[in-house]
């Protein structure tokens, strides 16, 4: 049984996340969230409302973590900040972080490279937070997925440096993926992964 703390659990990803580990695994879920007063949790849950920027939340809600996902939007830059910190004051060291394709400009002409970084100054703040994860000392493993979808799990894994493979993926091949990851700490180790359906 593995603790994991989820943040960003009210969310599309972290909800789904939230049901795959419950329903695939026996891992212990803390949900952490700025509304999570009204999620209804299971006795493998414990919910707890707070603000990612808060230091003292985080802490809070770090204690006895063996891994923390990470699934949030806004200003990801200074979220990655703040939970790094938190995980490093915590030592809890597996971190798994949605940020997005093309932050490494790795979407090619073929699959939209107009989605790519140099095209979209929107996913500064995602390619800033990943150069903050991977220049951490943490067990991190980066996850850029494509755009989301409902389908089934079923999807490819690029590395950093291959050229991303495909528009789209499902919330529920991410939730997979995330699975594996929790389940196995060398799964993707010290990598960034892009992941797009078959």
Same mark, same amino acid.
């Given at each position: 049984?593995?603790? +994991? %703390? ?19 695994? /026996? $891992? ?14 299971? *006795? ?6 707070? /603000? +990612? ?13 063996? !891994? +923390?996902? +990470?699934?949030?939007?806004?200003? %990801? ?6 939970? &790094?910190?938190?995980?490093?004051? @915590?030592? &809890? ?20 490279? @107009?989605?790519? %970084?140099?095209? @979209?100054?929107?996913? #500064?703040?995602? #390619?800033?937070?990943? *150069?903050?994860?991977?220049?951490? *000392?943490?067990?991190?493993? &980066?996850? #850029? ?8 799990? @079923? ?12 528009? *789209? ?5 991410? !939730?997979?993926?995330?699975?594996? !990851?929790? !389940?196995? $700490? ?8 892009? %992941?797009?359906?078959?």
């Amino acid at each position: 049984m593995t603790n +994991v %703390l989820i943040i960003g659990a009210t969310g599309t990803i972290g909800g789904t996340v939230r049901q795959t580990l419950l329903n695939e695994t /026996d $891992d212990k879920l803390t949900l952490f969230a700025r509304s999570a007063g009204r999620l209804n949790v299971s *006795d493998r849950e414990t919910a707890m409302a707070g /603000d +990612v920027t808060s230091d003292s939340d985080l802490d809070k809600a770090m204690e006895n973590q063996d !891994a +923390v996902f +990470v699934a949030l939007s806004g200003p %990801l830059n200074r979220f990655a900040e703040k939970i &790094v910190a938190a995980m490093d004051r @915590n030592n &809890v060291s597996r971190l798994l972080f949605i940020t997005s394709m093309g932050i490494y400009n790795e979407i090619p002409a073929s699959v939209g490279s @107009n989605g790519n %970084l140099s095209s @979209n100054g929107v996913l #500064r703040p995602y #390619r800033e937070a990943a *150069d903050i994860i991977e220049s951490s *000392d943490l067990n991190y493993t &980066v996850i #850029r997925p494509g755009w989301f979808t409902n389908g089934p799990v @079923n999807y490819e894994i690029t590395r950093k440096g291959e050229p991303f493979g495909g528009h *789209d993926v499902s919330v529920k091949s991410i !939730a997979d993926f995330v699975k594996n !990851a929790i !389940a196995d $700490d060398s799964y993707y180790s010290h990598d960034s992964v892009g %992941l797009n359906s078959k």
